[in-house]
Protein backbone atom coordinates (compact mmCIF):
# COMPACT_ATOMS: atom_id res chain seq x y z
CA UNK A 1 0.00 0.00 0.00
CA UNK A 2 2.62 2.60 0.56
CA UNK A 3 3.74 1.99 -3.20
CA UNK A 4 1.01 2.80 -5.14
CA UNK A 5 1.37 1.04 -8.49
CA UNK A 6 -0.28 2.95 -11.55
CA UNK A 7 1.31 6.44 -11.07
CA UNK A 8 4.54 8.35 -12.56
CA UNK A 9 8.41 8.28 -11.16
CA UNK A 10 7.94 11.64 -10.11
CA UNK A 11 4.57 10.89 -8.19
CA UNK A 12 6.31 7.78 -6.47
CA UNK A 13 9.73 8.84 -5.40
CA UNK A 14 8.61 10.51 -2.00
CA UNK A 15 6.67 7.81 -1.35
CA UNK A 16 9.65 5.40 -1.72
CA UNK A 17 11.53 7.64 0.98
CA UNK A 18 8.81 8.32 3.21
CA UNK A 19 8.23 3.70 3.15
CA UNK A 20 11.70 3.33 3.47
CA UNK A 21 12.07 4.94 6.66
CA UNK A 22 9.40 3.26 8.13
CA UNK A 23 11.29 0.37 7.01
CA UNK A 24 14.84 1.69 8.65
CA UNK A 25 15.44 4.21 10.98
CA UNK A 26 17.70 7.18 9.78
CA UNK A 27 18.19 11.00 10.08
CA UNK A 28 18.57 11.43 6.47
CA UNK A 29 17.37 9.76 3.01
CA UNK A 30 18.94 10.06 -0.79
CA UNK A 31 17.35 8.49 -3.70
CA UNK A 32 18.78 8.84 -6.60
CA UNK A 33 17.25 7.01 -9.97
CA UNK A 34 17.64 7.34 -13.50
CA UNK A 35 14.87 6.75 -15.90
CA UNK A 36 15.56 4.42 -18.10
CA UNK A 37 12.95 5.78 -20.86
CA UNK A 38 14.07 9.05 -21.01
CA UNK A 39 17.91 8.95 -19.78
CA UNK A 40 16.57 11.51 -16.88
CA UNK A 41 18.09 11.35 -13.56
CA UNK A 42 15.70 12.17 -10.76
CA UNK A 43 16.30 12.59 -6.93
CA UNK A 44 14.70 12.75 -3.92
CA UNK A 45 15.82 13.50 -0.12
CA UNK A 46 14.52 13.61 3.25
CA UNK A 47 16.77 15.56 6.26
CA UNK A 48 19.30 16.50 4.19
CA UNK A 49 20.27 19.33 1.52
CA UNK A 50 20.27 18.15 -1.96
CA UNK A 51 23.30 20.38 -2.20
CA UNK A 52 24.99 17.63 0.09
CA UNK A 53 24.14 14.84 -1.75
CA UNK A 54 26.72 14.22 -4.22
CA UNK A 55 29.31 12.58 -2.25
CA UNK A 56 27.18 9.81 -1.35
CA UNK A 57 25.69 9.31 -4.12
CA UNK A 58 29.76 8.66 -5.74
CA UNK A 59 30.26 6.82 -2.99
CA UNK A 60 27.49 4.54 -3.86
CA UNK A 61 28.08 4.37 -7.32
CA UNK A 62 31.58 3.58 -7.04
CA UNK A 63 30.41 1.07 -4.92
CA UNK A 64 33.75 1.53 -2.25
CA UNK A 65 33.79 0.88 1.46
CA UNK A 66 31.18 3.46 3.04
CA UNK A 67 31.23 4.97 6.43
CA UNK A 68 29.63 2.86 8.61
CA UNK A 69 26.69 5.59 9.48
CA UNK A 70 25.76 5.51 5.79
CA UNK A 71 24.20 2.77 3.70
CA UNK A 72 23.56 2.56 0.45
CA UNK A 73 21.40 -0.30 -1.23
CA UNK A 74 20.97 -0.97 -5.37
CA UNK A 75 18.28 0.22 -6.59
CA UNK A 76 17.32 -3.06 -9.39
CA UNK A 77 14.51 -4.91 -10.66
CA UNK A 78 14.88 -8.35 -12.92
CA UNK A 79 14.16 -5.76 -15.71
CA UNK A 80 16.69 -2.81 -14.98
CA UNK A 81 18.80 -1.15 -12.69
CA UNK A 82 17.79 2.45 -11.68
CA UNK A 83 20.66 3.54 -8.83
CA UNK A 84 20.73 3.75 -5.00
CA UNK A 85 18.80 4.40 -1.90
CA UNK A 86 21.23 5.73 0.59
CA UNK A 87 20.09 6.19 4.20
CA UNK A 88 22.43 7.98 6.59
CA UNK A 89 22.68 8.60 10.33
CA UNK A 90 24.31 10.59 12.51
CA UNK A 91 28.12 10.51 12.37
CA UNK A 92 28.64 8.09 15.56
CA UNK A 93 25.50 5.89 14.11
CA UNK A 94 25.80 3.07 11.85
CA UNK A 95 23.81 0.30 10.79
CA UNK A 96 23.29 -3.43 11.33
CA UNK A 97 22.49 -6.39 9.57
CA UNK A 98 18.99 -6.72 9.59
CA UNK A 99 19.07 -2.69 8.67
CA UNK A 100 21.35 -4.12 5.45
CA UNK A 101 18.81 -6.99 4.87
CA UNK A 102 15.44 -5.00 5.23
CA UNK A 103 16.59 -1.83 2.95
CA UNK A 104 18.00 -4.38 0.48
CA UNK A 105 14.35 -5.97 0.37
CA UNK A 106 12.46 -2.62 0.39
CA UNK A 107 14.63 -1.29 -2.32
CA UNK A 108 13.44 -4.44 -4.72
CA UNK A 109 10.19 -3.60 -4.13
CA UNK A 110 10.57 -0.01 -4.82
CA UNK A 111 12.29 -1.09 -7.98
CA UNK A 112 9.22 -3.28 -8.88
CA UNK A 113 6.76 0.23 -8.35
CA UNK A 114 9.33 1.80 -9.98
CA UNK A 115 8.86 -0.66 -13.44
CA UNK A 116 5.39 0.10 -13.29
CA UNK A 117 5.67 3.66 -12.86
CA UNK A 118 8.37 4.41 -15.27
CA UNK A 119 5.75 1.79 -17.83
CA UNK A 120 2.77 4.25 -17.17
CA UNK A 121 5.26 7.80 -18.42
CA UNK A 122 6.54 5.74 -21.41
CA UNK A 123 2.53 4.91 -22.65
CA UNK A 124 1.65 8.98 -21.17
CA UNK A 125 4.94 9.79 -23.22
CA UNK A 126 3.53 8.15 -26.39
CA UNK A 127 0.27 9.27 -26.20
CA UNK A 128 1.09 12.79 -25.71
CA UNK A 129 3.27 12.58 -29.12
CA UNK A 130 0.54 11.18 -31.03
CA UNK A 131 -2.20 13.46 -29.93
CA UNK A 132 0.76 16.40 -30.62
CA UNK A 133 1.01 14.91 -34.27
CA UNK A 134 -2.34 14.75 -34.84
CA UNK A 135 -2.89 18.09 -33.46
CA UNK A 136 -0.50 19.10 -36.17
CA UNK A 137 -1.57 17.04 -38.91
CA UNK A 138 -5.29 19.24 -38.47
CA UNK A 139 -3.52 22.38 -38.11
CA UNK A 140 -1.50 22.23 -41.43
CA UNK A 141 -4.44 21.85 -42.96
CA UNK A 142 -5.53 25.18 -41.76
CA UNK A 143 -2.70 26.72 -41.86
CA UNK A 144 -2.59 30.45 -43.14
CA UNK A 145 0.59 30.85 -45.25
CA UNK A 146 4.26 29.87 -44.45
CA UNK A 147 5.04 32.55 -41.36
CA UNK A 148 1.77 30.61 -39.63
CA UNK A 149 2.78 26.96 -40.62
CA UNK A 150 6.58 28.12 -39.01
CA UNK A 151 5.03 28.68 -35.71
CA UNK A 152 2.43 25.69 -35.41
CA UNK A 153 5.30 23.28 -36.77
CA UNK A 154 7.57 24.69 -33.60
CA UNK A 155 5.22 25.03 -30.97
CA UNK A 156 4.06 21.01 -31.84
CA UNK A 157 7.78 20.14 -31.69
CA UNK A 158 8.33 20.04 -28.10
CA UNK A 159 5.82 17.81 -27.58
CA UNK A 160 6.71 15.12 -29.58
CA UNK A 161 10.48 15.13 -28.55
CA UNK A 162 10.47 16.54 -25.09
CA UNK A 163 12.71 19.31 -25.65
CA UNK A 164 12.99 23.28 -24.11
CA UNK A 165 13.55 24.67 -27.08
CA UNK A 166 12.85 24.73 -31.00
CA UNK A 167 13.42 26.78 -34.35
CA UNK A 168 12.52 26.29 -37.62
CA UNK A 169 13.91 27.99 -40.46
CA UNK A 170 13.67 28.24 -43.83
CA UNK A 171 15.90 28.17 -46.72
CA UNK A 172 16.04 31.18 -48.73
CA UNK A 173 16.01 30.92 -52.99
CA UNK A 174 19.73 30.38 -53.21
CA UNK A 175 19.57 27.50 -51.21
CA UNK A 176 23.03 28.57 -49.61
CA UNK A 177 21.62 30.17 -46.36
CA UNK A 178 18.79 29.40 -44.19
CA UNK A 179 16.53 32.28 -41.36
CA UNK A 180 15.15 31.12 -38.42
CA UNK A 181 11.31 31.95 -38.51
CA UNK A 182 9.83 30.64 -36.19
CA UNK A 183 11.03 30.07 -32.11
CA UNK A 184 9.88 28.26 -28.93
CA UNK A 185 11.33 28.73 -25.22
CA UNK A 186 13.22 31.73 -26.15
CA UNK A 187 13.10 35.18 -24.27
CA UNK A 188 11.90 38.03 -26.54
CA UNK A 189 15.79 39.53 -26.35
CA UNK A 190 17.25 36.51 -27.37
CA UNK A 191 14.49 35.59 -30.26
CA UNK A 192 14.57 38.91 -31.95
CA UNK A 193 18.68 38.50 -32.53
CA UNK A 194 17.95 34.56 -33.53
CA UNK A 195 15.51 36.29 -36.32
CA UNK A 196 18.87 38.39 -37.65
CA UNK A 197 21.02 35.42 -38.02
CA UNK A 198 21.44 33.70 -41.18
CA UNK A 199 22.87 30.20 -40.74
CA UNK A 200 25.11 28.38 -43.51
CA UNK A 201 22.99 25.49 -45.28
CA UNK A 202 26.01 23.33 -46.24
CA UNK A 203 27.74 23.75 -42.54
CA UNK A 204 24.09 23.44 -41.02
CA UNK A 205 23.66 19.93 -42.81
CA UNK A 206 26.80 18.56 -42.31
CA UNK A 207 26.56 19.65 -38.66
CA UNK A 208 22.69 18.95 -37.59
CA UNK A 209 23.94 15.40 -35.66
CA UNK A 210 26.63 17.22 -33.83
CA UNK A 211 25.50 18.11 -30.38
CA UNK A 212 28.32 20.89 -30.41
CA UNK A 213 26.79 22.84 -33.24
CA UNK A 214 27.52 26.29 -32.72
CA UNK A 215 25.99 29.63 -34.83
CA UNK A 216 26.71 32.85 -34.44
CA UNK A 217 25.09 35.86 -35.93
CA UNK A 218 27.36 39.29 -37.42
CA UNK A 219 27.28 40.64 -33.86
CA UNK A 220 29.24 37.41 -32.47
CA UNK A 221 25.76 36.27 -30.72
CA UNK A 222 26.17 33.05 -29.78
CA UNK A 223 22.27 31.23 -29.03
CA UNK A 224 23.98 27.94 -27.34
CA UNK A 225 25.56 30.12 -24.64
CA UNK A 226 22.45 31.36 -23.29
Not at 75 to 104: H, K, M, N, W
Request: with cysteine; charged share 25%; aromatic share 6%.
Amino acid sequence: RDLIFGQGVEYLLPRIVAAAARAVQASSYVLSIVDPTTAQRHMYCDGIDPQDTPPYIELANSEGELEPNVLAVKVTSDRRDYGYLVAIRPGDGCFFPQDVSSLEAYSKLAAVALDSASAVDDARRQASTATALLNLSNALVHSKGIGDLAERLVRAVPMVIDCDRAIVTLVDPTGTTAHPVAMFGYETEIEARLRDMAISVPELSQRTDDLSFRTQSSDGYDPTAT
